[in-house]
C-alpha cells in the first residue's frame, strides 16, 4: 500500500523515474528546431519499431507485395526516447508528437496523416487493398480497427508500462490493466474460433493493426509477458498471430531499415 494523498493541484516533476521518464511531459508543441530528411520516394515514413510503428511498415510492404510499386517509401527513425518526436519538422507533421507519421508526396499537395489507424485507412483507401469493398464487411472492419485503437492504450500505456518499465512493481496497476488485457485476448481468442481473420477469410488492415499489438504480445515480441498471461490458454489468438507472423512482407515489415534524420 502506498500512503500517496494527490495535491489539490498536480505539479510536474520532470524526474519521476521509468523508462520514458524523459520525454514525458505534459504540455505539447516542438521543443527545438528540426528539419526531417527527404528521400525519393512517393512516401516519407517518419516511424519507430514499436507495435504502432510496425503497423505501417507491415502495410506498406503489403501493398509492395501486391505489385502496387507507388506504396514505395522512405523510412526516417523517430528515436522517441531521444525526444525527436518534439522536433519542429516532425511536429508539423503530426501536431500530437506521436509516431508514425507520414507525409505523401504523391498528391497534389503534400498530404500529413498521423495516428496510426488513419494512416492505414488511408492507405487502403488510396491503393484500394486491405479493406473490404463491400459496405457491411467494410464497417465490420473499421469497427475492429477502432477497437484496437481504442483498446490498446490498456495494453501500451498500462499493462506494458507497470509490468515492463515502471521503475518499481505496484500489484494494483499490475493486476488492474492485467485484467483488462486477458479480457482483450479473450475476446480475440473466442473471436478468432469462428474465422481465419478478423473480418473472416479476407486479410484486413484490421488483422495488421491488431496483430501489430496483440499478435507481438501473443508470441512474446514485446513486453516478454507470455507466461504471465498464459499465452497458450488462447489458441485461436496463437494460431492466428503464427499465420501472420510468416507471411513474408510482415517479416519485411517488422525487419525494416530506418535511415537516421541527423
Not at 520532470?14 to 512517393?42: M, V, W, Y
Not at 494494483?172 to 483488462?180: A, C, G
Request: proline share 6%; net charge negative.
Amino acid at each position: 500500500m502506498t500512503n500517496y494523498i494527490p495535491p489539490t493541484v498536480w505539479c510536474w516533476e520532470e524526474q519521476n523515474g521509468g523508462a520514458f521518464a524523459a520525454i514525458n511531459r505534459p504540455t505539447s508543441g516542438a521543443t527545438f528546431d528540426l528539419t526531417l530528411p527527404q528521400g525519393n520516394k512517393g512516401l516519407q515514413l517518419y516511424s519507430l519499431g514499436t507495435p504502432n510503428g510496425v503497423k505501417i511498415t507491415i502495410m506498406l510492404e503489403e501493398l509492395l507485395a501486391k505489385g502496387i510499386t507507388q506504396a514505395d517509401y522512405d523510412l526516417f527513425k523517430i528515436d522517441i526516447r531521444q525526444g525527436d518526436q518534439f522536433g519542429s519538422g516532425f511536429v508539423e507533421i503530426n501536431p500530437n508528437s506521436k509516431i508514425p507519421a507520414l507525409l505523401d508526396l504523391t498528391s497534389e499537395q503534400p498530404q500529413k496523416v498521423f495516428e496510426s489507424g488513419a494512416i492505414l485507412l488511408y492507405l487502403a483507401e488510396k491503393f484500394q487493398a486491405f479493406i473490404p469493398s463491400d459496405f457491411s464487411k467494410r464497417t465490420e472492419c473499421l469497427s475492429w480497427l477502432f477497437w484496437q485503437m481504442a483498446s490498446a492504450p490498456y495494453v501500451g500505456g498500462g499493462f506494458g508500462h507497470f509490468y515492463k518499465y515502471a521503475p518499481e512493481k505496484f500489484e494494483y496497476p499490475i493486476n488492474r490493466f492485467t485484467m483488462e488485457t486477458k479480457r482483450q485476448l479473450d475476446l480475440l481468442d473466442k473471436h478468432l474460433a469462428k474465422q481465419e481473420y478478423i473480418c473472416g477469410g479476407e486479410y484486413t488492415i484490421a488483422d495488421i493493426a491488431i496483430w501489430s499489438w496483440y499478435g507481438q504480445l501473443a508470441l512474446g515480441l514485446v513486453y516478454d509477458a507470455r507466461e504471465f498471461l498464459a499465452i497458450e490458454s488462447y489458441p485461436n489468438l496463437l494460431r492466428w498471430a503464427n499465420v501472420i507472423y510468416h507471411r513474408p512482407a510482415v517479416q519485411k515489415g517488422l525487419q525494416a531499415e530506418y535511415q537516421p534524420i541527423r
